[in-house]
């Protein structure tokens, strides 16, 4: 990390005591008398008050404005009061590549769009060196701060970052992609330079998860969203050894300045991965958040309980009427058990969701707890 302003390190007495631990006893493995659930892109445009915050401030004000981000972050808290367990600061991935130097615009009906992919090794000379995620990244953090007081211990709270092999197909696909094709030539044309990006992208996210920790975020989730799109072999190259570097260096930094700490959450959601079960470890990742497309009993087998599961049903069910998604439920609570488990989507939540089918989602889960 390059010398700077570093953030202040702030712990447990500096916030509103926790008053659900629910998440936290799952990790644990202990008995809970709820399943805890949240749910990726809870604060987004399936909720009504989040456009009208969007109609006001596109989409990254609403990143780099701590007030703003702390208020899209509660609006799923106070609309589902009692029902979410946890919260997650809302963010994006793709601030990790702005840090770095390059220039990310989020385009209605398309979504991310980098003017100035990287097409070809030489293009990494436009990256930003030795680059201070705690200054280049302080509102996030701020923001993080500013959201743990407001929540006022009522959950806690998520930080979370893209994992560096989806940041990497971002930056060099220039945006979404249904086949990932620059960013997988990448790795059989240049992949010494590949792991090198990988490398300065991992740099980055270790220390800005550090500082998310630094500034009060509770758990930590490492998204790596496009990881299914690589084959075996690929993902245990090019994604696998900086997943379990970040873990690792996290950890470390975090026992440096606080044992307590470094005993924090950490969660991989590789989509699609599914051969990678084993390969996620508990020594790394406390929590293991998993796609629709896997059942819930396999993967509690294949874990052998070594991890708490998260997920994992297909968002495509909140279009469903309310009986429907209660049965669902029902069997995937019932595939994953009762103990190490948080309940969760298996990705995130779309646009024209019903936020009622949410609640009938969230509803079932504690219905079904008992």
């Not at 629910?22 to 008398?33: H, T």
């Not at 000379?125 to 407001?150: D, F, G, S, W």
């Not at 992949?191 to 975020?217: C, H, M, N, R, Y």
């Not at 949410?358 to 008992?370: G, K, P, Q």
Request: with cysteine; glycine share 6%; charged share 20%.
């Amino acid at each position: 990390m390059a010398q700077g302003d570093s953030y202040p390190v702030l712990t447990n007495a500096d916030f509103p005591p926790l008053q659900n631990d629910l998440i936290f006893k799952a990790v644990r493995g202990e008995e809970v008398e709820k399943v805890p659930v949240w749910i990726m892109r809870q604060a987004g445009r399936y909720l009504p008050e989040f456009r009208q915050v969007r109609e006001q401030y596109d989409f990254f004000t609403v990143c780099r404005t701590p007030e703003l981000a702390c208020k899209v972050t509660l609006q799923p808290i106070d609309r589902y009061s009692g029902l979410l367990d946890a919260s997650i600061i809302f963010c994006d991935i793709l601030v990790v590549p702005q840090a770095m130097g390059m220039e990310v615009q989020m385009l209605p009906q398309k979504g991310p769009h980098f003017p100035e992919p990287l097409l070809d090794p030489s293009h990494m000379a436009k990256l930003q060196t030795n680059v201070n995620p705690e200054v280049e990244l302080k509102y996030v953090l701020e923001a993080i701060t500013l959201t743990r007081k407001e929540l006022k211990g009522r959950v806690p709270l998520f930080g979370f970052v893209g994992a560096p092999w989806t940041l990497m197909a971002y930056m060099i696909e220039g945006g979404g992609s249904k086949t990932l094709s620059k960013a997988k030539a990448w790795l059989g044309k240049w992949p010494a330079e590949s792991k090198e990006l990988l490398q300065s992208i991992t740099d980055v996210v270790v220390d800005f998860l550090v500082g998310q920790v630094k500034a009060g975020a509770q758990l930590l989730q490492i998204f790596d969203s496009w990881a299914g799109e690589l084959s075996p072999d690929d993902f245990a190259t090019f994604s696998l050894p900086y997943l379990l570097q970040i873990s690792t260096r996290v950890r470390e930094k975090l026992q440096a300045l606080s044992p307590e700490l470094a005993k924090i959450p950490i969660s991989v959601f590789a989509r699609g991965a599914h051969y990678a079960l084993e390969l996620l470890p508990p020594t790394h990742f406390d929590i293991v958040s998993l796609d629709w497309t896997i059942d819930p009993a396999t993967a509690r087998k294949r874990t052998n309980g070594s991890v708490a599961l998260q997920g994992n049903a297909d968002p495509s069910l909140l279009y469903a009427p309310r009986d429907t998604i209660r049965s669902h439920v029902k069997r995937m609570m019932n595939g994953f058990g009762r103990r190490k488990y948080i309940a969760n989507l298996g990705h995130g939540m779309y646009p024209d969701h019903d936020p009622e089918r949410l609640r009938n989602y969230l509803e079932a889960i504690r219905d079904f707890s008992v």
